[in-house]
C-alpha cells in the first residue's frame, strides 16, 4: 500500500507541476497510457486472488480515477491560463478611432420640402410638378398677365434663347404655371401643392437668381378666403412646430388671384433665434388669393361653377426661418461645412406622427 | 410712391395721425414701406455760428473758420465759399457725418496744411438744392447748436408706399385721399378743377394720325398754346414738395408738370412752341425713326410706338418721354401744353423696348383716369399762368374720351361666397359708392359702375376684393376645411417617392446633398455635351451662369473645386436635379448625379482607398435597388458619354432605355475643373427607372444543406466576368442559388492574354441533400456552360 501512495503522491505533483498541456499530455501517457505506472498497476490485479483484487481492485481504481480527474482538472487548468495570456497578448487600445466612414446629409431645401409634403398630405394635397423651362403662355398669359402687363416688371424674367423652331421659352419665375398645367390636365375638386425651382434675374445680400417656392391650389365649389386662413394657420403652426400662430392679412395684387392677400405672421425677432408665435414683429410668409376668375377660364375651368385659392411662398425661406439659416445665397454654394452644419441625416424623414422635426 | 403728410391733407380732411394714416394704408393694400422725416438725412446736422472768417495763410481762395457749433469751443474749419464770413448761421457737419451728396462720411483734412475738423455746406451737398455757389445762410435766430433739419422746417413725415401694378389710380397723392376717404379716415376734399377760358384760338393744331386698327393707341389728344410765359423758378411751396419727394425742382414749366402727375396723376407735356415747326399730331413712328428725348439719349423707334410729332419730326415718344429739341428752358415765352391717353399696353411695350423707365410710363401702363385729360390740361394751365403769366389760348381736342363705362352684375352672396366674410348689403353699397362706383340696388344683386379711374375692375371678384380689403380683411374668420377622407391616403406619385428613396440611400451612403443653379457656364456644359445655342440663357446673370446644364456633373465638379480649395480633397457631393436636352419646355431628365473624388481618407487601420468605377457602380446599384426596392438586373455594358474614363466606366441600359451612366471621370475633366484626382461619378436618369416591383411573394426556406464548390477558369482577358457568371448561373438553374467572383488573376502561372477568374457557386437543393455524385455532375455542367459562353477551360 506504501507503494500506491507513494506512487499517487509522486504522480499529483508531478500533475501539479506540469507547466504545459503536452508535459500533462506525457504525465497522462506515463501514468494511464498503454504502458503506464498506473495501467501496469492495474494489470496485476488480474495475476491476483479473489481476496487480493477485492482489496487492491477498488483501491488501485480509486488510484486512476483521481489521477484522471487531477489530470483532467489539471488541463482546464492550464487552458484557461493559456486563453487568458492569449487575451491578455491581444489587447488593443479602445481609445484608437474607428475606421474613416463618410456621413451624409440631406440638403435642407429637400428636408423642408418634405416637411411640407407632409403636412398637406394629411389634408389630401398631391403633389404637382412642371418644366423648369416653361412656355411664356403658362409662365404668364394663362395666369392673366399679358404680354408687356406692367406685373411682367415684377418677374426679372430669364430668358432662353431661341429654340430651332422660332419658339422662346422662359425659365419660370414662379411655380404657378404648375397651377394651369394642373388644371388643364384635371377636373376638379382640385388640391394640389407644387414646390420647386423658379428663377429671377436678380442677386443680392436677399436674393438669389435661383430659388425655391411652393405653390398651393385649392378648387371646388365652396372654397373661400376663410378658408384659406384656416389653411395657412395651420400650415404654419404645424410647420414651425408651436401651439398657435397669429396671421395678419394685407390686400396686395397677383395678376392670377382676386381678391389677392399677402400673409405677415407674428413673430418675436428680439433674440439671436427668431420666435414664432408671440412677439411684436410682423414677418411677410406668403402671397395668395382667391383664383381669379380669368385664370380658370384661361385653364378650361367654367368659373361660374368653380372656385377657389391659391397661395405660394419661398422653402429656401422657410428652412432659413425655421433652422436660423441667414444668407440664402449659401443654399447654393456646395459648400461642405454648410451641408454638414444645416443638412439633415438621411433617416429623419420628417413625419407627422413622429414630429417633422427632432 | 412718397408723398409728405401735408400734401395728402390738401386732398383729404382728417384728424388722424402719421401713424393711424400708415396703418390704414397698409390694411387697405397701400403698403408703407416706410415713413420718415423729410428732413431725415439732415439729422447729424447742427446750427453752427461763424465766431470768425479769416484768409487761409496758404490759400487765396480759402477761408480760415472758427465755428461754434454748440461744442465747448469753437472749431477750426476751413472753407472755399465765397459768402463764408463772420457772423452767419450755417449749416454744419462734424467729423464722421454722412455728406448726401456724396453718401460719404466726412473726415477730418488737412487742407493747405491747416487742419480741418468740419464742413460748411451747401445747398447741393445735403441734395436741398442745386447751389453749390455757396454754403447756406440759416436765419440770424437759428439756435446754435440746433438740429438742422427742424429750422429748415423740414421735420414733416413722408409716408412712402408701395403702389400694386393694377392701382393706377392710387399713383397720386389725390387717390390715395379717395382710398383713405372711403376706409373712413377722412373726407374727400379735392376741388373740382375750373376751366381757364381761352382768349384767342390756337396757331398750332392737332391731329390724330392712325390707320383705323391702331386708333386705340391714342384715342384722345387734347392742348392748349399759351403764349408770353415767363420760365423760371417754381414757387418755393412747388419746390419743398418737388424735394420731399425726391424729385429736383427744375423750371415753373417743367415742375408744374411733375406736380400734376404727382398730385393727380396726370401726365402731361410742355413743348416750347417757338421750337415747334408747323402744327402737331399723334402718329404710329416709322421704322427707324429717331428721337433724343429728354434724357440725352436717341432712342430709335418701331412702327409699334406712337410718337407726337410736329410736321418736321417726332417731338416726343408718347406716353413714355418728350424729346430735348422742344423742351422748355429758361428763354421758352410760348408754349404748348399736351394732355392725351395712351393705350397703356402700348406704352408699356415702348418702355419695355426702349428700356426706357419714366414717370409718365409709370403711369400710363397702369392706366390713367380719361376723363380727367381735359381737367388736367385746364389744371396745369391755371398753375402756368398764376405762376408764368402769359395768356391762353382756346383748348384744341382731337378724338374723344374712350369709352369706359361698363356694367358689373354683383350678386349679393357674392361677397360671403367668395370672401367667406358677411357684410350688410348697405355697407357692400356704401363702400363701393364711397370709392367711386356708380350702384344700382336690385332684389338679388347690385348693379356696379367703376369710375373712369378704375380701369382694373374686371368683374365681381375684384368687387369681391374692393369690399374685403376696405371692410377690413381681418374680418375673415378662419373656416376649417373638409378632410377628404378621414384617415389621409397616401398622396406621392411613384416617381416622387422613387426620388425621395433615392435621395435618402444615397445620404445614407455618406453622399452630401447639395442645390446648385441649373445654369453653368457655356465652356462648362459643352464638356458634358451641352453648351449649344439652344440652351443658353438670352440675359445670364453673369457670363459664367450662361448655359441651361445637360446634367448636374458641372455644378458638382465645380463645388468640388471650390472645397478642395477650402482644404477638403475627398468628397462625395450628389445633386438631384434636372438636366436639359434642350430650350424646351419638358426637354429636360431629372437626374441624380454624384461624385467620389480624392484617393482616400488616411486611417490607422487600413490603405487609403482612392475612388474607382466600382464605388459609383455600387452607388447606382444601391440607389436603383432604392428606388425599386430589389436588385437591378439590367446589365453592364462597357464605357460611358466622353466625359467618362473610356476604358473604366459603364452604363446600364434597359433596350435602348439608359438608366444610369458611372465610372471613374475622364482625365482632362478633372484637369479642366482643376481638381486633385481621382474623381468617380455617376449619372442616375430617374424618369427612366422602372416602376418598383418589390411586391413580396411568399417564401418556403429549404431544410437541406447548400454547398459552395469553387471554379477557376482561365479565360480570354477580354472576357467579360459577367457573361461567365451568367453562363455558371444557367448550367442549373434549379439549384444554383448565387455565383460570386472571387478573384481575377493575370500574371505568372497564366498564359499571355488570358486571366484566371475563381468563382464560388452556391447550390441549394429544394427537395432533399446532394449527394456527391450529383455535385460532380452540377460541377461539369457549369464547366461545359462556361466554356460554350466564353471559351474558358478549368485552371490546371
Not at chain 2, 97 to 106: C, D, K, N, Q
Not at chain 2, 527 to 547: E, S, T, V, Y
Not at chain 2, 776 to 796: D, M, N, Y
Amino acid at each position: 500500500m506504501t507503494d500506491i501512495t507513494a506512487l499517487e503522491n509522486e504522480t499529483l505533483a508531478a500533475i501539479a507541476g506540469a507547466g504545459d498541456e503536452a508535459a500533462l499530455e506525457a504525465l497522462r501517457v506515463a501514468s494511464l497510457g498503454k504502458k503506464g505506472s498506473i495501467s501496469e498497476l492495474l494489470k496485476t490485479l488480474g495475476g491476483m486472488s479473489p481476496d487480493e483484487r477485492k482489496v487492491n481492485g477498488p483501491a488501485f481504481n480509486g488510484l486512476r480515477d483521481r489521477i484522471q480527474s487531477a489530470i483532467t482538472a489539471k488541463k482546464l487548468a492550464l487552458e484557461e491560463a493559456a486563453l487568458n495570456a492569449r487575451l491578455a497578448s491581444e489587447r488593443v487600445d479602445i481609445t484608437l478611432p474607428v475606421r474613416p466612414e463618410p456621413v451624409g446629409s440631406i440638403h435642407p431645401v429637400s428636408q423642408v420640402f418634405d416637411e411640407v409634403v407632409a403636412i398637406f398630405a394629411d389634408l389630401g394635397f398631391a403633389v404637382a410638378e412642371g418644366p423648369d423651362v416653361e412656355f411664356d403662355d403658362y409662365n404668364f398669359t394663362k395666369l392673366n398677365i399679358p404680354p408687356d402687363h406692367p406685373a411682367r416688371q415684377m418677374h426679372d424674367t430669364f430668358y432662353v434663347a431661341k429654340q430651332a423652331d422660332g419658339s422662346q421659352h422662359v425659365l419660370r419665375t414662379h411655380t404657378s404655371p404648375v397651377q394651369a398645367r394642373t388644371m388643364l390636365a384635371q377636373k376638379p375638386p382640385i388640391r394640389i401643392i407644387s414646390p420647386g425651382r423658379t428663377y429671377r434675374v436678380d442677386s443680392d445680400a436677399t436674393h438669389s437668381p435661383m430659388f425655391h417656392q411652393f405653390e398651393g391650389l385649392v378648387i371646388d365649389e365652396v372654397t373661400h378666403l376663410g378658408h384659406l386662413k384656416w389653411v395657412l394657420e395651420e400650415f404654419y403652426k404645424a410647420f414651425f412646430e408651436v401651439s398657435s400662430v397669429e396671421l395678419r392679412a394685407r390686400p396686395s395684387f397677383f395678376p392670377f388671384t382676386e381678391p389677392s392677400v399677402e400673409w405677415d405672421i407674428r413673430c418675436d425677432r428680439s433674440g439671436s433665434q427668431i420666435k414664432f408665435g408671440s412677439g411684436s414683429d410682423w414677418l411677410e410668409v406668403a402671397g395668395s388669393g382667391m383664383v381669379n376668375p380669368r385664370v380658370l377660364d384661361n385653364c378650361g375651368i367654367d368659373s361660374t361653377k368653380y372656385q377657389g385659392y391659391a397661395f405660394g411662398g419661398g422653402i429656401d425661406r422657410l428652412a432659413m426661418l425655421k433652422y436660423g439659416i441667414p444668407d440664402i445665397r449659401s443654399f447654393f454654394e456646395s459648400d461642405l461645412r454648410w451641408l454638414k452644419a444645416y443638412g439633415f441625416a438621411a433617416l429623419d424623414l420628417p413625419t407627422l406622427d413622429g414630429g417633422l422635426s427632432r | 410712391m412718397k408723398f409728405p403728410l401735408s400734401w395728402l391733407k390738401d386732398h383729404l380732411e382728417t384728424d388722424a395721425d402719421v401713424a393711424t394714416i400708415a396703418a390704414k394704408l397698409t390694411a387697405i393694400g397701400l403698403e408703407v414701406e416706410a415713413v420718415e422725416e423729410a428732413g431725415a438725412r439732415l439729422k447729424d446736422f447742427t446750427v453752427g455760428y461763424v465766431v470768425s472768417a479769416v484768409q487761409h495763410p496758404n490759400a487765396d481762395r480759402l477761408r480760415l473758420c472758427m465755428v461754434d457749433a454748440g461744442g465747448k469751443e469753437p472749431v477750426q474749419v476751413v472753407c472755399g465759399a465765397p459768402n463764408a464770413r463772420t457772423g452767419i448761421k450755417v449749416v454744419f457737419a462734424q467729423p464722421g457725418t454722412v455728406i448726401p451728396v456724396s453718401g460719404e462720411a466726412l473726415k477730418i483734412g488737412t487742407i493747405r496744411g491747416v487742419e480741418s475738423r468740419g464742413m460748411m455746406c451747401s445747398g447741393r451737398e445735403l441734395l436741398l438744392s442745386d447751389d453749390h455757389d455757396g454754403i447756406i445762410e440759416l436765419p440770424e435766430d437759428a439756435p446754435i447748436g440746433a438740429p438742422v433739419a427742424a429750422v429748415l422746417g423740414l421735420t414733416e413725415a413722408v409716408i412712402d408706399i408701395a403702389i400694386t401694378p393694377n392701382r393706377g389710380d392710387c399713383t397720386s397723392v389725390w387717390g390715395v385721399a379717395r382710398d383713405l376717404a372711403a376706409a373712413g379716415l377722412g373726407t374727400l376734399k379735392t376741388s373740382a378743377v375750373k376751366a381757364v377760358a381761352g382768349t384767342f384760338p390756337s396757331p398750332k393744331t392737332i391731329a390724330l394720325n392712325f390707320a383705323p386698327d391702331a386708333k386705340k393707341a391714342c384715342p384722345l389728344f387734347a392742348g392748349r398754346f399759351i403764349r408770353g410765359v415767363k420760365n423760371g423758378p417754381s414757387p418755393l411751396w412747388v419746390q419743398e414738395r418737388l424735394k420731399a419727394i425726391g424729385l429736383r425742382p427744375i423750371s415753373a414749366l417743367v415742375d408744374v408738370t411733375n406736380l400734376i402727375g404727382h398730385d393727380r396723376g396726370r401726365p402731361l407735356h410742355v413743348f416750347d412752341a417757338d421750337k415747334l415747326v408747323g402744327n402737331l399730331q399723334a402718329r404710329l413712328a416709322t421704322e427707324g425713326e429717331e428721337i433724343l428725348a429728354l434724357d440725352g439719349k436717341t432712342y430709335k423707334l418701331d412702327s409699334e410706338m406712337v410718337v407726337i410729332a410736329d410736321n418736321a419730326a417726332a417731338r416726343g415718344i408718347a406716353g413714355v418721354m418728350g424729346g430735348q429739341d422742344t423742351g422748355c428752358s429758361e428763354t421758352t415765352t410760348n408754349v404748348f401744353v399736351e394732355s392725351a391717353f395712351f393705350d397703356p399696353a402700348r406704352v408699356a411695350a415702348t418702355g419695355r423696348k426702349l428700356q426706357l423707365n419714366s414717370d409718365a410710363r409709370y403711369r400710363f401702363e397702369r392706366g390713367v383716369d380719361p376723363e380727367f385729360v381735359v381737367p388736367g390740361l385746364e389744371l396745369a394751365t391755371k398753375l402756368i399762368v398764376e405762376w408764368c403769366g402769359g395768356e391762353p389760348s382756346n383748348v384744341v381736342v382731337a378724338g374723344e374720351v374712350p369709352a369706359w363705362k361698363r356694367e358689373i352684375i354683383f350678386a349679393d352672396n357674392t361677397v360671403a361666397r367668395i370672401g367667406g366674410l358677411d357684410v350688410a348689403k348697405d355697407e357692400i353699397v356704401r363702400i363701393l359708392t364711397h370709392l367711386g362706383f356708380g350702384v344700382t340696388e336690385t332684389d338679388a344683386a347690385l348693379t356696379v359702375v367703376p369710375p373712369s379711374w378704375r380701369s382694373d375692375i374686371d368683374g365681381p371678384a375684384d368687387l369681391v376684393e374692393e369690399v374685403v380689403r376696405i371692410y377690413g380683411l381681418e374680418h375673415v374668420p378662419s373656416v376649417p376645411m373638409s378632410r377628404p377622407n378621414a384617415i389621409a391616403r397616401p398622396v406621392l406619385t411613384s416617381a416622387q417617392k422613387r426620388l425621395r428613396l433615392v435621395r435618402r440611400a444615397l445620404a445614407s451612403r455618406g453622399f452630401n446633398e447639395t442645390i446648385s443653379f441649373s445654369f453653368v457656364a457655356r465652356t462648362s456644359a459643352a464638356l458634358f455635351g451641352g453648351g449649344d445655342d439652344a440652351r443658353q440663357l438670352q440675359n445670364p446673370i453673369a457670363a459664367d451662369m450662361d448655359a441651361l446644364r445637360p446634367t448636374p456633373l458641372p455644378s458638382l465638379l465645380a463645388a468640388a473645386q471650390k472645397n478642395q480649395a477650402r482644404g477638403f480633397n475627398d468628397l462625395m457631393l450628389f445633386e438631384i436635379g434636372a438636366g436639359f436636352q434642350s430650350g424646351m419646355p419638358g426637354a429636360q431628365q431629372t437626374i441624380a448625379a454624384g461624385i467620389r473624388v480624392g484617393s482616400g481618407v488616411k486611417s490607422w487601420s487600413k490603405a487609403a482607398h482612392p475612388v474607382d468605377a466600382f464605388d459609383v457602380k455600387a452607388d447606382v446599384l444601391a440607389a436603383l435597388e432604392a428606388a425599386m426596392g430589389s436588385a437591378m438586373a439590367a446589365p453592364v455594358k462597357t464605357g460611358a458619354p466622353s466625359w467618362y474614363h473610356p476604358g473604366r466606366s459603364g452604363t446600364l441600359a434597359l433596350g435602348p432605355k439608359v438608366l444610369a451612366v458611372f465610372g471613374e471621370l475622364h482625365p482632362k475633366i478633372v484637369a479642366a475643373f482643376d481638381l486633385t484626382g481621382p474623381v468617380a461619378a455617376f449619372e442616375l436618369i430617374l424618369d427612366a427607372v422602372p416602376e418598383s416591383k418589390a411586391k413580396k411573394t411568399s417564401f418556403s426556406p429549404s431544410p437541406y444543406q447548400a454547398v459552395e464548390r469553387d471554379f477557376a477558369f482561365v479565360v480570354d482577358a477580354k472576357v467579360a466576368a459577367e457573361d461567365l457568371v451568367k453562363a455558371a448561373k444557367g448550367a442549373e438553374r434549379t439549384l444554383i442559388e448565387a455565383v460570386t467572383i472571387f478573384d481575377v488573376y493575370e500574371g505568372k502561372g497564366v498564359a499571355e492574354g488570358k486571366k484566371s477568374l475563381a468563382i464560388s457557386v452556391r447550390l441549394q437543393p429544394k427537395d432533399k441533400t446532394l449527394t456527391d455524385a450529383e455535385i460532380e455532375t452540377v460541377g461539369q455542367k457549369i464547366v461545359a456552360a462556361v466554356a460554350k459562353a466564353t471559351g474558358g477551360s478549368l485552371r490546371a
